[in-house]
């Protein structure tokens, strides 16, 4: 997995604290992921190092359900660092899971989309830097602390409508318990649905001094790290997660980073390049990494990058590479074989 200049996270020092309360040493955590000590007291860390954590502490753990549901309950929420502890202290849950969202954004590596329609709410989970999926335990946390956060925030028991995860996730019965609703394995993205109505839910720990205080320091964050990122970059990662069976429009996008599309056209002029070409790169990047994954079939990869028939991938792949989808696949999975036999 290539690290990218924007992919720094910092685990939180709450995060080896709950573990021990589980009685787990982050020592044995740091050793199982193969990283150095020095990683419980400098905490900052890239996507693929920060996976590797959590698959670390899934292994410790045994089962993933157990774990997801032992640290949500026993993680303090003044533990939290500033960007999450904001949102515990917001008016109600819908102000709060959209300052989550917002501020997501400077604590990588997980970005929410969040959708309210007719009487549900869903957020979807997706990964700002990495072409792979996180590990379940990980995802299973994220998710549950969205409805712990809810919990905790208004001081009632609320309950999930429906929770979806891509990968088995262990005790579904206990997971079913803990979110109090179906859990349906094996679905195409990771998501929890809440009941809209329980946005409406004022938080008992509201505290309008705290976040007079907070909002504008994470606002200032937030905007200097938008600036310091190109939009270019930006564009292609929003066009990367929505290519599937379609193709991205200028407006869609534009929408997304809340200009306008004659803004943005001028905006990446600026940056010597165009929708069109960053729509290509994209395409060409995600067929790359999806064909490296032997398990996709062709028709599939094509669908993937928004192509409606594979004779248009084939013509563009070859444009790109010079030669056929399936001989780059050959010819790059027996090197890639060969490697790991070394």
Known sequence: MKSHPSDRITI?????????????????????????????????????????????????????????IKLATVFETAKYP???????????????????????????????????????????????????????????????????????????????????????????????????????IGAKCNRLTLHRRDLDRPFVSYNEELLEILTPVLDRSLDEQQRSRSIAEMVKWIMKRSLTGGRPDIQTVAKELGMSDR??????????????????????????????DPSLDIKEVAFLIGYEDQNSFYRAFRLWEGVTPSNWRAEHLGTLQRASTY
């Not at 193969?34 to 089962?63: C, H, K, M, N």
């Not at 990980?138 to 429906?162: D, K, S, Y």
Request: with cysteine; proline share 6%; aromatic share 8%.
């Open 82 to 184: 500033p960007t999450v502890l904001a949102t515990y202290h917001a008016r109600d849950y819908r102000d709060a899971l959209n300052r989550m969202a917002r501020y997501k954004r400077l604590c990588p590596p997980e970005s929410l989309r969040i959708i309210e329609e007719g009487e549900h709410c869903t957020i979807e989970l997706e990964w700002l830097y990495s072409e792979q999926p996180g590990p379940p335990m990980l995802v299973g946390i994220t998710l549950a602390c969205l409805l712990e956060l809810g919990r905790r925030g208004t001081g009632q028991p609320l309950t999930a409508r429906l929770v979806e995860f891509s990968h088995a996730m262990g005790d579904v019965q206990a997971l079913e318990a803990y979110f109090g609703c179906r859990i349906r």
């Open 263 to 292: 803004t943005l056209q001028r905006r990446l002029t600026e940056e010597n390049t165009s929708f069109k070409h960053l729509l290509t790169q994209a395409r060409h990047e995600q067929a790359l990494a999806y064909l490296a």
């Open 12 to 68: 939180p020092p709450g995060f080896w604290a709950a573990l021990r309360q589980l009685g787990i040493d982050a020592h044995d955590i740091a050793r199982k992921a193969r990283l150095p000590l020095t990683v419980i007291t400098e905490p900052v860390v890239t996507t693929a190092q920060y996976f590797a954590i959590w698959q670390a502490y899934s292994d410790l753990i045994g089962d993933t359900a157990k774990g997801i």
